[in-house]
């Protein structure tokens, strides 16, 4: 599916494409002239396109690298039920279409295609290009490693935690089959378990609430109780090291870096064969390399740097 003739900008146009289940994803396309490399672009665990990540397409568009950015299924203006869900590997099997429909493009150049992925998407990168050789390139920003690992921090009550799970599931199995949610970050009204209780969490996400607001949108706080399933069997370890030869820049906040979890995923990027990649540390938390003022301008910075050396050959002096 081409995309469509409405135009949000002078350089930035409305665009749909079809997953292979018939759902319809929704988001932005920015043109980079003709035969231009391109990237596609999706946000993390129950974020939005709009979060952030317009800022990396323009720079990129301006570098001369075209850019799909798109709202997950069952997010923002992408179809999909039910609402709020965060599934992880139909999420990852969406970025093989979302590939496709970059290649429909005609000013695309086929062989030069990468995924650029925040937080959750960052592990869909990896597994989908682990399987899809259309992809040559992969930025990784703080990337999920392992959920069982992820969990064990953000939602450390088990027992709890997996009571939610299975009453849930029993009574929508059974019984009246509403969807049952929980907060994904904490806030003045919220009680009880949250997804990401960090205070670095509830402060990006409440903060972007407010631009989606006052930009017309809405966001919830919430996700499918479900997602918290889903997310305990997610691992992208062993895809790692099928992972060359895409080439790989892992962005990795300072402050997760004594787990030892990203060096390890970084040096198994290197088990499969010959593979370009780098490892940069950036001050702050998980949040800061989506915030202006804070990390976002110097991942933007590499992000260009790197893409531009992979498709281009170019080399900083």
């Given amino acids: 599916m081409a995309s469509t003739t409405a135009t949000i900008s002078p350089m930035r146009h409305d665009t749909e494409f079809k997953t292979l289940d018939g759902t319809t994803l929704k988001g932005w396309f920015y043109p980079a002239g003709e035969n231009a490399s391109a990237v596609v672009i999706s946000h993390g665990f129950a974020c939005l396109k709009s979060w952030a990540l317009p800022e990396i397409s323009r720079a990129l568009q301006s570098s001369g690298i075209a850019s799909l950015l798109y709202d997950q299924r069952c997010f923002g203006t992408s179809s999909g039920t039910p609402r709020h869900d965060v599934d992880p590997e139909l999420q990852c099997s969406d970025v093989h279409d979302a590939v496709g429909h970059l290649l429909s493009l005609p000013s695309i150049n086929p062989d030069k295609i990468g995924i650029v ?80 209780p960090t205070e670095g969490a509830s402060e990006f996400y409440q903060r972007m609430q407010k631009v989606e607001i006052a930009n017309g949108g809405e966001w919830e706080n919430r996700a ?12 992208i370890m062993e895809d790692m090291k099928v992972l060359a030869p895409t080439s790989l820049l892992m962005i990795v906040d300072e402050s997760v870096l004594g787990s030892g979890e990203y060096q390890k995923a970084f ?49 900083e002096e």
Avoid at 126 to 143: E, F, G, Q, T, Y
């Fill in 117 to 196: 992925g925040f937080s959750y998407s960052a592990a869909h990168a990896v597994k989908a290009a682990s399987l899809d050789r259309r992809i040559k390139s992969i930025i990784s920003i703080n990337s999920f490693i392992r959920g069982s690992w992820l969990l064990g921090l953000m939602v450390p009550d088990r027992p709890s935690a997996d009571a939610l799970i299975w009453e849930d599931r029993e009574r929508r199995r059974a019984g009246d089959g509403e969807v049952g949610y929980f907060p994904v970050c904490k806030t003045a009204d919220t009680t009880g378990m949250v997804f990401l």
């Fill in 224 to 235: 499918t109780i479900q997602s918290l399933l889903k997310i305990r069997k997610y691992s």
């Fill in 267 to 315: 040096e198994a990027a290197g088990e499969g064969g010959e593979i370009i990649k780098e490892f940069l540390t950036v001050e702050g938390g998980h949040f800061d390399p989506m915030t202006e003022g804070r990390g976002l301008e110097n991942v933007i910075e590499h992000s260009v740097s790197f893409l531009r050396r992979i498709f281009y050959g170019e080399v």
